[in-house]
């Protein structure tokens, strides 16, 4: 369970996020709504420890991610926008390494890695150095490395940017297997059919704010816009963005 | 521990396959420095032999003006040629670099010779050409010694002792060691090997937050379970490693050239076996912290990986500037200049490669203060690691 709570953060002038706050529940997908440079990814990152908010505060199943940040990043999966692998390594390398960096015990990582690999279908290319990888293919081993430690809490950014219709697929079966697991998924799109088809909970942001935390028909109901495309549009108009 | 551990051998792997830090660190560092001194070497040593006096051509307008004065050129090793076909081509034959020295002697030579007035020839050449200085140098040489033999037989032809014209004979006597000698020379020997163990670490310290940047793993990587000072730790030590590796092969392989340079032809028998070597590389040993931390320092500043190498090639030059200013000032080595690193590898090497006895104090000093500065640099590395702004 990922809570977040009045969050603020500012890049020199530019006040990326305004006092963000929303809940992601274990057994739930959430997915994080809104326009390029809404803040979306400020957020995640503020989430997965590498940026510490300037107000607000937000914890991972309790752990604080400011103070408490090992704690936290140990109860989290992350996929970081464009996220990049070792082009000297294989995939299977790749994914060992961040299972070793996550103190799997040794003699299970192989089993770790192997069953991470069958489970997201990169065994085509999983002993293959990943230089020259396509952007799916980075995407999956990306995604397999992420999540090799069996994380409680899997925060997402944009990861069906660059993907096919095919792999895109796959990357929503995973997802909903993950929820099926009790498990805490978080990602964030700017695509409002792709959230609308898989997650429970929507949390549309717009200039740095929160403008409507609902389930999709919540968020029909309240934009009154049947066409989801029209919700969204009219939803980030509540925070005072024009088209 | 374990991460540390992970990293470092992550970083080991990862950078066997990368073929540029291989050809930087195992390749182009030690391969680099003792090609560069062979040519210089061999250099010096063909300079040496011209000016042993081997055949040297000199095109001559009008010898026949003096033909005493060519056999002498001639019992000196000069080969007479004859120059341009007239007179007022000498000028420009040396500058078109058609010959490096055109002597000319005038048809009024042997006349102003037997009345005892000057005689004048001229000798055309180009001073900002080595090559024709030398050559000039050694023309000018051998007419100022016909010129000194005229002489003693004008005065003795008058009754007057030759040697009333030397009243002062210096004798020059140099006390410099063979080993002393090479010194001079393997001076630039130091630099060469902090250059290797520099040029071996380079693209590890890049990597460790402009390459991982510029690759999107550096935001992943951060996200993991395990704390940043481990990270940058592991990354250190993985550049120490190619460091080390990188100085070790250019220490053997300055060994190997030695062996094959000839030396000797010079005077020079520097006191380079392995013992020196195994010596050297324990000495360079804490220079080589201090040149991972720092690269990476310099490079966690930068934007981008094109960036990170421009000023890593500062860094690479840095090391020379104490070692140069102290090799043009001449200068002792002294208990101060061991608390400078790079300074006081260079100035302890100099000793060991002049089989000088060497100062223990001198050498606990650098040892413990480069060390110290390694340390310091580090801790450093892992406190900017923390930063915000690493992530670019």
Known sequence: MITVDGIHKSFGKVHAVRGVSFQAPDGKI???????????????????????????????????VVKDSLAARKKIGALPHGAGLYPHLSARENIAYYANLCAIDKSEIDDRVASIISLLEIEDFADRRTKGFSQGQR???????????????????????????????????????????????????????????LCDDICIIANG?????????????RTGEEDLEEAFVTAIKLVGVEE | MRTFLTVFFKEILDNIRDRRTLTSALIMGPIFGPVLFAFVINMSIDRALDDAENMMELPVIGEQHAPNLMRFLESRNID?????????????????????????????????????IPARVALYSDEANSQGEKEARRARNALQAYNQQLAAIRLSARGINPRVLSPINVDDIDVSTPSGRSAMLLGMMSYFFIFA?????????????????????????????????????????????FMAASLLLSLLSFYVVLKFMPLEKLGMTPNFGLPVVAAAFFLLLPF??????LMTLVASFTKSYKEAQTWLSA?????????????????????????????????????MVKNEPLNGLHIAISVV?????????????????RREGLLG
């Open chain 1, 30 to 64: 959430t997915g994080l709504l809104g326009p390029n440079g809404a803040g979306k990814s400020t957020t995640l990152r503020v989430l997965y420890t590498v940026l510490k908010p300037d107000q607000g505060s937000a914890n991972i199943d309790g752990a604080d």
């Open chain 1, 139 to 197: 995407t999956k081993v990306s995604l397999a490395r992420a999540l090799v430690h069996d994380p409680q809490n899997v925060i997402l950014d944009e990861p069906s940017n660059g993907l096919d219709v095919m792999a895109t697929r796959s990357l929503r079966r995973l997802i909903l297997k993950l929820k099926d697991a009790g498990r805490c998924v978080l990602f964030s799109s700017h695509v409002m059919q792709e959230v609308a088809a």
């Open chain 1, 209 to 221: 704010q929160v403008a409507i935390d609902d389930s999709v028909a919540g968020i029909r109901e």
């Open chain 2, 80 to 116: 007479i040629i004859a120059g341009p076909a007239e007179p007022d081509g000498a000028a420009e034959a040396v500058k078109s670099g058609a010959h490096d020295v055109v002597l000319v002697v005038p048809a009024e030579f042997g006349e102003q010779l037997a009345d005892t």
């Open chain 2, 197 to 241: 163990l520099l040029m071996g670490g380079m693209y590890l310290a890049i990597d460790t937050t402009a390459g991982e940047r510029e690759r999107g793993s550096l935001e992943p990587l951060l996200s993991l379970p395990v704390t940043r000072g481990q990270l940058i730790l592991g990354k250190i030590m993985a550049a120490c490693v």
């Open chain 2, 288 to 293: 080589i912290l201090l040149g991972a931390s």
């Open chain 2, 315 to 351: 860094v690479l030059i840095a090391p020379t500037l104490p070692i140069l200013i102290v090799s043009i000032l001449t200068l002792r080595p002294q208990l101060e200049f061991m608390f400078v690193p790079s300074l006081s590898q260079h100035l302890i090497l100099v000793d």
């Open chain 2, 369 to 385: 203060s480069t060390l110290a500065i390694g340390v310091l640099l580090t801790w450093v590395c892992a406190r900017l690691y």
